[in-house]
């Protein structure tokens, strides 16, 4: 049964956009290898570039490297969820594995930036990551994490798993992927509500500190444009 959910949700997901994917947190972004994200999904996006002031060359060079990299990974995760075949311990193996690759990959890409767009980069990562930065273990030790609130957090998004599981009971077997997306946007408040319980005063400050200045990213689209805006 878990099975059949993490391919169900990840046709969903699939369907919501590469950079709609990553901004997920909870289980199944737990699952694909904790709250770390790619940067290229931020790198490819216009109104990010422009976040970043980059210069007309390092748009040019940045969001083409960014975009050959989303487009790998996006070929790459619909051959794994959709070739059928392993155990789902096989399939987050591989998936992790994957990830990291493309993370070492586009550190060459990151490079191109200057410190203060790095800088801001990081803060725009939080932001996107949303609740699953608090998985990330360098966060967890930035935080001043303790063991009482790292088992916190894990009940938390384990709690938030299992209510959503079963709040997309329905959506999955009719295959609608709209009631699908609605009940991950719900869930993700409501951890949303149970993390911020958890955090202490001096923590949230630093949280906010980390995100920086409030950012509206994009909504995704169905069809790749300028700003290298796909889907899966």
């Not at 949700?9 to 289980?27: F, K």
């Not at 210069?55 to 051959?79: L, P, T, V």
């Amino acid at each position: 049964m878990k099975r059949i959910f993490i391919v169900f949700a990840a046709i969903a997901l699939l369907a919501m956009g590469s950079s709609q994917l990553m901004a997920q947190g909870g289980g199944f972004m737990r699952m694909m290898g904790g709250g770390n994200q790619l940067d290229s999904t931020l790198l490819v996006m216009e109104e990010v570039q422009d976040e970043l002031k980059l210069s007309d060359d390092q748009k040019e060079e940045i969001g083409e490297q960014a975009q050959q990299i989303m487009d790998d990974m996006r070929s790459e995760m619909r051959d794994t969820f959709m070739g059928g075949g392993g155990s789902r311990e096989e399939m987050m193996e591989s998936i992790q594995e994957m990830m990291e690759e493309f993370r070492e990959e586009e550190k060459e890409v990151v490079a191109l930036l200057n410190d203060d767009q790095r800088a801001r980069l990081a803060q725009l990562r939080y932001q996107r990551m949303g609740n699953a930065m608090y998985q990330d273990e360098k966060v967890q030790k930035e935080l001043g994490i303790t063991k009482d609130q790292k088992e916190a957090i894990a009940d938390a998004f384990e709690t938030n798993q299992e209510e959503m599981q079963e709040a997309m009971a329905d959506a999955r077997e009719a295959r609608d992927f709209g009631a699908m997306q609605s009940a991950m946007a719900d869930g993700q408040k409501e951890l949303a509500k149970s993390l911020d319980e958890i955090l202490k005063k001096d923590q949230k400050k630093e949280v906010a500190k980390m995100k920086g200045e409030e950012f509206k990213f994009p909504e995704p689209q169905r069809r790749g444009g300028r700003g290298g805006r796909s889907d899966f």
